[in-house]
């Protein structure tokens, strides 16, 4: 691998210079507009000899403006780390290789861009105008005068991950006219020297690299016996498509699988073809997504791709997926809020309507004295009440000294004077959701116990893989 490099940088600083001196024009005395040419003044003898003709005694043509680098320095009061790099993630849109267009929510190769710090120079550009007469000069001079007051900006690039592509130029001074008086016949072209800086960047080639986490999962293909599949994760149920008479792509249904949805995160348990695990002590050991992917003809998106869990009342729960880098036996999911169940509206008699879908908190009524009570106040309570007004605890009395009875399970509200059981637990049957408002975690009511609402065990026929 070769050594040299060159991006012509510089190069195009000078561009850009050149077309901010472009396109201007002048008046002459019969009205006419005519362009203004703009030249780069570093011009060779061999040029310049066929310009004059080969002759001394040919005037070059005027007016026009020759642009060019008067200097270039290294600007020390801008210099920061020299061993800074700078990295950035680009993820790109997939390319139909077919047609050459761009596919709609789909992933294709994703890089990691180190960017090393750039070096810090000053430059000094010149922009020398050429005139015949006065009033061409002043046209063309006050023409730029606004245009610089006293910067603008200049880009060299549109690369987005460029960050040296925006810099600024500014007017600096002025030589007005290089004609000396008394003038002299042989001068008939005057010159204004206009003097501009800009910072510059000269920025040394970036290193560009695969991204080193698990974006991707190639599908296997195989040739195998119609009907079978072997490898440790074999499905009884899988369904087999041909492709052709040597060839088979497999479309696997994760029959075997059950699904443990905890904190946000999901992790493949094998049941072993015993059905679905009552409880993670019960299932068998956790499996490898990596692995469990590979089967599927599908490409696996992070991000895009979905996992669905099924709802008693026939909907789905929606997350997208992502791999932890670390971990192969974690999904990673982060849940689409318009799935996740609607809160059961519970009426009660002082408290806000908006809020008769969730409770303040949850709470062991043997160890908790509701002080400072407010009318409206909801608890979901872990055991019962059984407060006697002569040798039961105090706690739970109704102001008017009454005893209060509730069962485990119960939600009970503070009417303002008495506490009242707004959820009876022994009589209720279906489904009902309910969120604690002091933690934000959504809970579910399956007729007989309370339970994180969509966290648990799945079996292997309540969910899915959409790739």
Same mark, same amino acid.
């Given at each position: 691998?070769?050594?040299?490099?060159?991006?012509?940088?510089?190069?195009?600083?000078?561009?850009?210079?050149?077309?901010?001196?472009?396109?201007?024009?002048?008046?002459?005395?019969?009205?006419?507009?005519?362009?203004?040419?703009?030249?780069?003044? #570093?011009?060779?003898?061999?040029?310049?000899?066929? @310009?004059?003709?080969?002759?001394?005694?040919?005037?070059?043509?005027?007016?026009?403006?020759?642009?060019?680098?008067?200097?270039?320095?290294?600007?020390?009061?801008?210099?920061?780390?020299?061993?800074?790099?700078?990295?950035?993630?680009?993820?790109?849109?997939a390319l139909d290789p077919v047609t050459?267009?761009?596919?709609?929510? %789909?992933?294709?190769?994703?890089?990691?861009?180190?960017?090393?710090?750039?070096?810090?120079? !000053?430059?000094?550009?010149?922009?020398?105008?050429?005139?015949?007469?006065?009033?061409?000069?002043?046209?063309?001079?006050?023409?730029?005068?606004?245009?610089?007051?006293?910067?603008?900006? !200049? %880009?060299?690039? #549109?690369?987005?991950?460029?960050?040296?592509? $925006?810099?600024?130029?500014?007017l600096k001074s002025h030589i007005w006219?290089?004609?000396?008086?008394?003038?002299?016949?042989? %001068?008939?072209?005057?010159?204004?020297?206009?003097?501009?800086?800009?910072?510059?960047?000269?920025?040394?080639?970036?290193?560009?690299?695969?991204?080193?986490?698990?974006?991707?999962?190639?599908?296997?293909?195989?040739?195998?016996?119609?009907?079978?599949?072997?490898?440790?994760?074999?499905?009884?149920?899988?369904? @087999?498509?041909?492709?052709?008479?040597?060839?088979?792509?497999?479309?696997?249904?994760?029959?075997?699988?059950?699904?443990?949805?905890?904190?946000?995160?999901?992790?493949?348990?094998?049941?072993?073809?015993?059905?679905?695990?009552?409880?993670?002590?019960?299932?068998?050991?956790?499996?490898?997504?990596?692995?469990?992917?590979?089967?599927?003809?599908?490409?696996?998106?992070?991000?895009?791709?979905? $996992?669905?869990?099924?709802?008693?009342?026939?909907?789905?729960?929606?997350?997208?997926?992502?791999?932890?880098? !670390?971990?192969?036996?974690?999904?990673?999911?982060?849940?689409?809020?318009?799935?996740?169940?609607?809160?059961?509206?519970?009426?009660?008699?002082?408290?806000?309507?908006?809020?008769?879908?969730?409770?303040?908190?949850?709470?062991?009524?043997?160890?908790?004295?509701?002080?400072?009570?407010?009318?409206?106040?909801?608890? !979901?309570?872990?055991?019962?009440?059984?407060?006697?007004?002569?040798?039961?605890?105090?706690?739970?009395?109704?102001?008017?000294?009454?005893?209060?009875?509730?069962?485990?399970?119960? $939600?009970?509200?503070?009417?303002?004077?008495?506490?009242?059981?707004?959820?009876?637990?022994?009589?209720?049957?279906?489904?009902?959701?309910?969120?604690?408002?002091?933690?934000?975690? %959504?809970?579910?009511?399956?007729?007989?116990?309370?339970?994180?609402?969509?966290?648990?065990?799945?079996?292997?026929?309540?969910?899915?893989?959409?790739?």
């Amino acid at each position: 691998m070769s050594d040299f490099f060159y991006d012509g940088q510089t190069k195009r600083y000078i561009t850009q210079f050149i077309r901010i001196m472009s396109n201007f024009s002048y008046k002459d005395v019969k009205g006419n507009l005519t362009r203004i040419p703009v030249r780069y003044g #570093d011009m060779s003898r061999q040029v310049g000899a066929l @310009l004059k003709k080969n002759s001394e005694n040919t005037i070059p043509s005027a007016p026009f403006i020759s642009c060019y680098i008067k200097d270039m320095q290294f600007d020390q009061s801008r210099m920061q780390d020299p061993t800074f790099i700078s990295k950035v993630q680009i993820r790109e849109q997939a390319l139909d290789p077919v047609t050459g267009q761009y596919v709609i929510n %789909q992933q294709g190769a994703n890089y990691t861009v180190e960017r090393m710090m750039p070096s810090p120079y !000053l430059a000094t550009f010149n922009a020398d105008i050429w005139t015949t007469n006065t009033d061409q000069k002043l046209q063309i001079w006050e023409q730029l005068a606004v245009l610089f007051n006293p910067s603008l900006e !200049l %880009q060299t690039t #549109d690369n987005y991950i460029d960050w040296t592509s $925006i810099s600024v130029i500014t007017l600096k001074s002025h030589i007005w006219s290089s004609r000396s008086v008394p003038q002299g016949l042989e %001068q008939d072209i005057d010159v204004l020297s206009m003097t501009f800086e800009t910072h510059v960047w000269i920025t040394p080639p970036v290193k560009v690299k695969k991204l080193g986490i698990i974006t991707k999962i190639i599908a296997s293909v195989f040739s195998t016996t119609q009907g079978t599949i072997a490898n440790d994760f074999s499905n009884p149920n899988a369904v @087999l498509e041909s492709l052709g008479n040597e060839q088979q792509s497999v479309i696997v249904t994760p029959g075997n699988f059950d699904l443990l949805v905890l904190d946000n995160v999901a992790s493949l348990l094998s049941n072993n073809g015993s059905g679905v695990a009552a409880n993670l002590s019960a299932a068998g050991v956790k499996s490898s997504w990596v692995t469990l992917l590979n089967l599927y003809p599908g490409q696996f998106r992070a991000g895009l791709s979905q $996992i669905r869990l099924a709802k008693p009342d026939g909907n789905e729960i929606v997350a997208r997926i992502s791999l932890d880098p !670390l971990d192969e036996f974690k999904m990673m999911l982060s849940f689409d809020q318009d799935t996740i169940p609607t809160n059961t509206v519970i009426e009660g008699p002082a408290r806000n309507n908006n809020s008769w879908g969730s409770v303040d908190a949850i709470i062991n009524p043997e160890t908790y004295n509701p002080t400072n009570k407010v009318a409206g106040t909801r608890y !979901l309570i872990l055991n019962d009440i059984s407060s006697d007004p002569i040798d039961g605890p105090v706690a739970w009395l109704q102001d008017n000294g009454d005893g209060f009875i509730a069962n485990g399970n119960d $939600i009970i509200e503070w009417h303002g004077t008495s506490w009242v059981v707004v959820f009876n637990s022994s009589t209720t049957k279906e489904i009902t959701y309910i969120t604690n408002a002091y933690t934000g975690v %959504q809970y579910k009511w399956d007729g007989s116990s309370w339970s994180k609402s969509f966290e648990g065990i799945y079996s292997n026929g309540a969910w899915r893989l959409i790739l």
